[in-house]
């Protein structure tokens, strides 16, 4: 009943950028499917991250390895969440996902156990 659907991914080499977006539809019948959005991503071989989330209000959250590079944002009328990335890694190179969630604290806004919904992913590769 809620759809997430990431585009954006790619190549790009590091000290570059990229936006993600990803769009998502609800047609469920509990309010508030995609109060909370968020982006996660996973390297190979590593644990799922969340990285940045941003709630129906503006609220937002960023995990420490993106602050200050990476930008989140939604356009609410069309139920999409973007993420900005500027100044890129070597080392953000994963696969990131979308996720959405009901309401839930804002401190469990970068934990992916409290999202209903995910996206299938989108390959960001960063080149040296």
């Known amino acids: 009943q809620v759809q997430l659907v990431e585009s954006g991914g790619g190549s790009v080499q590091a000290g570059g950028s990229l936006r993600l977006s990803c769009a998502g539809s609800?047609?469920?019948?509990?309010?508030?499917?995609?109060?909370?959005m968020g982006w996660f991503r996973q390297a190979p071989g590593k644990e799922r991250e969340g990285i940045a989330a941003?709630?129906?209000?503006?609220?937002?959250v960023y995990a420490d390895s993106v602050q200050g590079r990476f930008t989140v944002s939604r356009d609410n009328a069309k139920n999409t969440l973007y993420l900005q990335m500027s100044s890129l890694k070597t080392e953000d190179a994963a696969v990131y996902y979308c996720?959405?969630?009901?309401?839930?604290?804002?401190?469990?806004?970068?934990?992916?156990?409290?999202?209903?919904?995910w996206g299938q992913g989108t390959q960001v590769t960063v080149s040296a």
């Open positions: 996720a959405a969630a009901h309401r839930i604290l804002f401190t469990d806004y970068l934990k992916d156990s409290e999202y209903s919904y």
């Open positions: 941003i709630d129906a209000d503006g609220y937002t």
């Open positions: 609800d047609r469920s019948r509990y309010p508030d499917s995609l109060y909370c």
